[in-house]
């Protein structure tokens, strides 16, 4: 998905904790630069600095990246020569989009169903309304029809 002219991700939303792979193909790839690394933190104040050397591909400079945690993504390039591909002062900023932790199942916490107690009853209170229902079907017609005869016990 192109974000923006000449940058691409592997996915449609940037999401914290994941990873991302990026693709570019802005002026140092247009320039046949032969290194590019990219220059990136999270948040407003650039949490997390770090900078990473991109491969060089036919489809530009690539590089995969564990997103941090933060509200944005930001990032620019930075070639062998020291040149800056920084959007022109602004820098590359994306927002990045919390985990939805409702979702998911931490290992560490224990699972609670209730006690067996309610389990068990609930459980028992399933099978006799099931046990009516199939009663009420199968003898109801019958009864209605006339066609229901109790057996009679001869010994």
């Not at 998905?1 to 570019?24: A, G, P, Q, R």
């Not at 400079?61 to 070639?79: M, S, V, W």
Request: proline share 3%.
């Amino acid at each position: 998905m192109e974000l923006t002219k000449n940058i691409f991700f592997n996915t449609d939303k940037l999401v914290e904790n994941s990873k991302v792979k990026i693709s570019y193909t802005g002026k140092f790839f247009q320039d046949s630069s032969e290194e590019v690394f990219i220059h990136y933190g999270f948040g407003i104040n650039w949490d997390n600095v770090n900078d990473i050397k991109m491969e060089k591909t036919e489809l530009g400079f690539q590089a995969e990246i564990e997103l941090g945690e933060g509200e944005t993504f930001n990032f620019c390039f930075k070639n062998g020569n020291d040149e800056w591909d920084n959007n022109e002062g602004q820098n590359y900023v994306f927002p990045i989009e919390k985990v939805q932790t409702e979702l998911l199942v931490l290992e560490d916490e224990p699972l609670s169903l209730g006690s067996p107690k309610k389990l068990r009853r609930s459980y028992l209170w399933s099978k006799k309304i099931r046990l009516a229902v199939y009663k009420i079907i199968t003898y109801l017609p019958k009864l209605i029809s006339g066609n229901y005869r109790k057996k009679s016990t001869n010994s």
